[in-house]
Nanobody
C-alpha cells in the first residue's frame, strides 16, 4: 500500500505561483513512477507531469512545459509540483499518483495509488 496526501492548493491570481506537495508513505516509492494529474468537472483526468522517483525520467504535458516543475525530496518522501505563471485554465483539482513502473505515464489507468486531490483556483 502507498498512501498519498496532497497539500498546497488554494486561490491565486493569474500570473502567480503555487507549490503543491504530495507526501508519500507506506510501501517504498523509490522504484516507482510519480505523476500529477488534474481534473475539472465534466472532463477526464488530465496528465500534467511525471517522473521516476529517482528523477532519471521526466515528462510534462505541453500545456504546462516551461511553467511547471515536478521534483522530489527523497529524505522527506515528498513529491512537489511548482506551478509558475498560472493561468485561469490551470484551475482544477490536482491529484498526485503513483505507478509501479515507467510505462505510458500520461495514462491515468497505469497508476494504482491516488491522493485525495487539492483544489487550485486561478482568478483572472
Amino acid at each position: 500500500q502507498v498512501q498519498l496526501v496532497e497539500s498546497g492548493g488554494g486561490l491565486v491570481q493569474a500570473g502567480g505561483s503555487l507549490r503543491l506537495s504530495c507526501a508519500a508513505s507506506g510501501r517504498t516509492v523509490s522504484s516507482r513512477t510519480m505523476g500529477w494529474f488534474r481534473q475539472v468537472p465534466g472532463k477526464e483526468r488530465e496528465f500534467v507531469a511525471a517522473r521516476t522517483w529517482i528523477g532519471d525520467r521526466l515528462l510534462y504535458a505541453d500545456s504546462v512545459r516551461g511553467r511547471f516543475t515536478i521534483s522530489a525530496d527523497n529524505a522527506k518522501n515528498t513529491l512537489y509540483l511548482q506551478m509558475n505563471s498560472l493561468k485561469s485554465e490551470d484551475t482544477a483539482v490536482y491529484y498526485c499518483a503513483s505507478s509501479p513502473k515507467w510505462a505510458s505515464p500520461v495514462r491515468a489507468r497505469v497508476y494504482d495509488y491516488w491522493g485525495q486531490g487539492t483544489q487550485v483556483t486561478v482568478s483572472s
